[in-house]
Nanobody, 125 residues
Framework: VQLQASGGGLVQAGGSLRLSCTAS????????TGWFRQVPGKEREFLAF????????VFADSVKGRFTLSRDNAKNTVYLQMNNLKPEDTAVYYC???????????????????WGQGTLVTVSS
């Protein structure tokens, strides 16, 4: 499974961005998709995950109510819609995938075997 993340850019505080994560290769094996972000010098932070079936979506408290997930399985793409962005949301955003349906361990980056290259989101004040 290969992942391609896109959609990052510069936005003003209060604005919105939609990130995309497109899987190729054996994309049907990406049963769990996770999103993380990382600020230089800090650990990677869990944001959200969902299942390919669409049955479950979980968000970190830091983004709950502002970020949503959607997916188009026909396009092998998962979307992270980010609203009401804040300067502290500035980071490199990564999508990741696991071939397993994971739940309690989905918060940990080590649970994912496939990673996209990251896309930079910059929120100006």
């Amino acid at each position: 499974v290969q992942l391609q993340a896109s959609g990052g850019g510069l936005v003003q505080a209060g604005g919105s961005l939609r990130l995309s994560c497109t899987a190729s290769g054996r994309s049907s094996r990406a049963r769990t998709t996770g999103w993380f972000r990382q600020v230089p010098g800090k650990e990677r932070e869990f944001l959200a995950f969902d299942f390919r079936s669409g049955s479950t979506t979980v968000f970190a408290d830091s983004v709950k109510g502002r970020f949503t997930l959607s997916r188009d399985n026909a396009k092998n793409t998962v979307y992270l819609q980010m609203n009401n962005l804040k300067p502290e949301d500035t980071a490199v955003y990564y999508c990741a995938a696991s071939e397993r349906v994971i739940y309690s361990s989905a918060y940990h980056e080590s649970s994912y075997g496939y990673w996209g290259q990251g896309t930079l989101v910059t929120v100006s004040s």
